[in-house]
């Protein structure tokens, strides 16, 4: 998670006498140049959707554009919050979040400490690979996964409890047990790339520490409570906050494709962004889907700022800016 | 002694954990390869399993012997990942190599031009909006390349790693009279191989696996990529199972349980292959930016 900015040297550059924009622009013309298609892209998508969250505001008729549609003041927002749904997809988006942000630490962190102590090269790339592959597929594919095992009739999970003796589950209409179904799913698509950005911190840490520790005697268990966790708490505190910072933006593709978009679990499984895409896609209701995606936007803004606010103080080399 | 014999149970157990961890990561795909050589008869009746219990090729020959459909998808996908990646990899890399260049002036206010992208965005409605109505890009293929061209945090990334080249190298190549597109392809990416090829393989993916855009701004069949079309499958599958008329609904239309696997295979093969391929940069290209911070 690079992205530390170098804003106060290229603004003191600019700030020079001569160096002014135009002067730049002249002298550097090439650089401007082969920088600009990249920074058009980024203006065309990112930057004109951002004038477009005024429509939230608006009551939108596709035929009158967004600037001629007539102004609603907050009455979108009114109508989104006075349904059950707006407390719902928050309390879902912020609840499922939360149990990925801890599984996904605790896990990353843990499978980091046990790679690091396997010396074989090989099994460490196997483990590895392994672990990786879940990352590199899509959710779609994963929905096939999810279902081979789900199914009601042909899934390995109902194969396992039959031969147990056991009552088989109608996974796809249970929703009180879809947030830990999704929790696995998250940990098991994620975890592989988590436990490789904390083992390059585990590797970062200095040898000779182990050396003096095990000179005193201490074991790797030890050795992991008394050196490596209290150094990677930096690492582990500012990844944990930054993943705070995006807690208001769920996964659509978690929440969408594997549930295989079932109404009956949305109690349990609607979140803000499929909340957004099912009133923009399926009922077009424009004015509430653009309320709620404001809200979104909005509240995940100060998150994220107050979440960096919080890790310059704690380890200002991590801070977004 | 008695530390010595600790610690090889620890490492028995260690090893043992991690083993069957990842298993436990690579059974789904085990299981949707094996359904993919069983007979369908097989799965509808003993549902689906780890190894093939009556391994027959019947599902790939299936699929080969009408590819229309899935040839067409993959057409789609192949076109819209090549053609996005080559772009998008180029802009990206002029992008960031301007933004690494310690010697231009804006180069603090353009990085956070870029960079606020990553706090902030309008959300779903306006980008909906801007593609499909004001862009009239729905149901053309550009409505799958353009959105990804620019990922800011790849751009970023790339932007870290070019930063540690010598600013020397770019300055006598341009004694010599180097132009910056020179110096960029001849001098700045050869020696950025591992970022490039993180970066491209997460380019890659991001194509390869995308349903969302589809999802988005695609209606007509003949430009269903790939993996929304293994999306539609399973809607349908599903609808189907919840609907009240089931069993009246014709099941023609629907591949099996072992073709559907068969595409699922078909799609997760070539993303398996590229990840073999870019491995030994991988890994170094992706900590390269997360631990320099």
Known sequence: MDSQLDTGKGLKAASQPGRSFLRSLKSQKWLWLIALPGLAIVFVFNYLPMFGVILAFKNYKPAAGIFGSQWAGFENFKYLFSTRDAWNITYNTLFLNSLFIITGTVGGILIALLVNEVRNKWLVKFYQSSMFLPYFISWVIVSYFVYSLLSYDMGMVNNLLASLGMEPVQWYNEPRLWPAILTIVNLWKG?????????????????????????????????????????????????????????????????????????????????????????????????????????????????VLASNLFVKKINPERALF | MKVKDGSIVSKVLINLFLTVFSVCCLIPFMIVISSSFTQEQMIIENGYSIFPRQFTLLAYKYILADPGQIARAYGVTIMVTVAGTIISLVISSCLAYVLSRKDFAHRGKLSLYLFFTMLFNGGLVPSYIIVAQVLHLKDNILALILPYLIVPFYVLLLRTYFSDIPFSLVESAKIEGAGELGILFKIILPLSLPAMATV?????????????????????????????????????????????????????????????????????????????????????????GAVKG
């Open chain 1, 191 to 303: 975890v592989g790339y988590g436990s490789v950005i904390y083992l390059a911190g585990i590797m970062g840490i200095d040898a000779e520490l182990y050396e003096a520790a095990t000179i005193d005697g201490a074991n790797k268990l030890q050795q992991a409570s008394g050196i490596t966790l209290p150094l990677l708490s930096p690492l582990i505190i500012t990844l944990t906050l930054m993943a705070i910072g995006r807690i208001f933006f769920a996964d659509f593709g978690l929440f969408y494709n594997v549930t295989l978009d079932n109404g009956g679990l949305y109690s349990t499984t609607n979140v803000i962004d499929t909340y957004v895409f099912r009133a923009l896609k399926f009922s077009g209701d424009i004015g509430m889907a653009s309320a709620a995606g404001f809200y979104q936007a909005f509240v995940g803004f100060l998150l």
């Open chain 2, 200 to 288: 491209g393989l997460f380019i890659v993916l991001q194509y390869w696996n995308d349903w969302w855009l589809a999802l988005l701004y695609i209606d007509d069949a003949n430009l269903n990529p790939l993996q929304y079309m293994l999306y539609l499958i399973m809607q349908n599958l599903n609808a189907m199972r919840l609907s009240p008329l089931q069993g009246q609904i014709s099941t023609a239309a629907l591949p099996g349980e072992n073709a559907r696997m068969a595409m699922a295979v078909l799609a997760i093969g070539p993303i398996i292959f590229a990840f073999m391929f870019v491995q030994k940069y991988f890994i170094s290209g992706l900590t390269v």
